[in-house]
Structures are given as C-alpha cells and as structure tokens.
C-alpha cells in the first residue's frame, strides 16, 4: 500500500467540516489528519483486509463522521499534544462498508467495517480530526429471513 498516494488524497478534505448527526458536533479537517492518518502507529500496524479498507475509506471521510456515534472523553495527558488536544480527546465510533463483486461484475455482498474516530479539542475550542483508529472487518452475520 502506497500511503503516501493516500495521504495526498486527504489533503483535498483540509479545511472542511462535518457535523455528526448523534451528537451535532462539528468536526474540522486540519492539516495534521492526512499525515496521521496515513502514517500513524495504528496504520503501520495494518494487515491484509483492514488495511486496505482503512485505505479506501479516505474517501468518505465526511461521511463516516456525520454517522458517528458513542462519543467517549478522555483527558489529554501527552505533553506533545498540550496546544492541539489542550482540552482532551473524543472517540466514536463509525462504520462503512466496501462492495465486493464477482468476476462478471455482478455486486455479490459488502464487507462492513467498524472504526474509532479521534478527535482532538483544541485550544481554539474546535474539534479536529485526527485519526481512524481500529479499522476492523465485522464478522457478525445477519438474521436469516
């Protein structure tokens, strides 16, 4: 996977903004997200499915946080972070769904992701997206009819 081509593919989403519906926070793209997102310790640490899906999600990011739900508050404790996180941390949760198609073409079912949004609050009292966390394939299976 070449994150670098992902990581210039987000900066489209700089300076945009989502609400999430749960909660109508609204969520800032600033320009520390593409190079979080593609190159954090969370990314490296990607195999396989989860890995590409967390690729290919760059390009609904808005969306993924407009659905956004389970928002968590944790307290900033990382000295690196004590002008961009000043007043902490918030996660939610979020998911998103890739299709996967069969060899002519026809759309044979969609594989669902779940992820964590982070989100710092910063000082200027703005929330900012920061990273998607925990990019993982769902493996519950629906309710036969």
């Avoid at 994150?3 to 926070?25: F, M, Q, R």
């Avoid at 390009?59 to 004590?82: D, G, L, P, R, V």
């Avoid at 900012?128 to 299976?141: A, C, H, N, V």
Wanted: aromatic content about 12%; some cysteine; proline content about 2%.
């Amino acid at each position: 996977m070449d994150w670098n081509i992902v990581e210039d593919c987000l900066k489209e989403y700089i300076g945009e903004c989502a609400e999430i519906t749960e909660t109508s926070d609204v969520v800032y793209i600033g320009a520390d997200f593409p190079d979080e997102f593609a190159h954090s310790k969370d990314t490296k640490e990607l195999r396989g499915a989860n890995m590409y899906a967390k690729a290919n999600s760059s390009s609904i990011i808005k969306e993924m946080i407009e659905i956004a739900t389970n928002k968590t508050f944790a307290e900033n404790y990382a000295q690196k972070h004590s002008t961009d996180a000043k007043f902490g941390w918030y996660r939610y949760d979020t998911r998103f769904a890739i299709p996967v198609y069969d060899d002519t073409g026809e759309l044979v079912r969609y594989n669902v992701f779940k992820s964590r949004i982070l989100v710092r609050h910063a000082k200027d009292g703005k929330l900012y997206l920061y990273d998607i966390l925990r990019t993982k394939k769902e493996t519950s299976k629906p309710l036969e009819q």
